[in-house]
């Protein structure tokens, strides 16, 4: 079976860091073309946009789009008018409303489109899912607090409209508890901090439930220093799981029983390759869903401004 051709559009930090190295070592994908505005890879075509990308090189069947959230809709919904699958970065978009108008192209074009949650591939959630199946879940307790200074240094996007602020890296969070929760989540409650200079908050609160009032409360912050807090913590009727290192490593009952080396791309891309070959869709908005209820919903208060 011939290699997917395959570009990507948007070459910044996520894209060098992760999806150049996981195309590289995946024998499905033949990296052809690059799309970018202000960066080249040295030894692959490169291009300004995909408008002139796609009309030099119309025989790439596929694009990972690795561009910022704001311009992530125009792109994909460009690729898939000119026939082609499509593979989107986390935030699927800007809004709930993009994807759905991605998704009904997609449908009709019978093309591959598939909104990526890289910690869901994390080596301890599918354990995590597996173990919490049958048990009494009484509480949960989600910490995300990271250093925005060594994550996206000079990443201005992330404070404009449309780029989440410190939601891009909680969604990761919710990406995870959405997928190994048994019951779906409703937004409760929510606390949205945002710097004086910034569009998007540096830090939130949100209280989550479950069926029959399962509490879930989720603490997010950009201003952490020191050691990095990416942990899930779940106390059940029948024993505690803690995930941590955002999903990587798991305990139970401070017994550790999973830990394994980051793969996320990796399995992202081996699970991309089967929907372009099937022109199958894989989108799920529940995690997407929770922030943009936070947005809607959540009261906001002012604090110090951002100094990069």
Known sequence: MSPIKL??????????????????ANPNYQLV?????????????????????LREQPEIEAVSLCCTPQVRYEIANYALEQNKHVML????????NEVAGLMDLAQQRRLALFATWHSREAAAVEPARDWLVGRKIRKVQVTWKEDVRVWHPGQAWI????????????????SIITR????????????????????????AELTLQGPGGLPVRAEFDFRQTGPQSWDIDIETDDGHLLLSKGGSVMHVDGKQTVSAPDREYANLYARFAPLV????????????????????????????????
């Open 7 to 24: 570009a990507i559009v948007g070459l910044g930090k996520i894209a060098r860091d992760q999806h150049l190295p996981s195309l590289a």
């Open 33 to 53: 073309a690059v799309a970018s505005p202000n960066n080249k890879l040295e030894g692959t075509p490169s291009y300004p946009n995909i408008e002139t990308m």
């Open 89 to 96: 970065e986390k935030p699927p978009g800007a809004t709930l």
């Open 159 to 174: 404070w404009k409209a449309g780029g989440l602020g410190v939601f891009d890296p909680g969604i990761n969070a919710l």
């Open 180 to 203: 190994i929760l048994p019951q779906p989540l409703v937004l409760k409650d929510a606390e949205l901090h945002v710097p004086s200079n910034c569009e998007t908050p540096i830090a």
């Open 277 to 308: 070959r099937e022109r199958r869709m894989d989108v799920d908005l529940a995690a997407f869903r929770l922030v943009a209820d936070a947005f809607m919903c959540g009261r906001r208060s002012v604090v110090d401004p951002f100094i990069e």
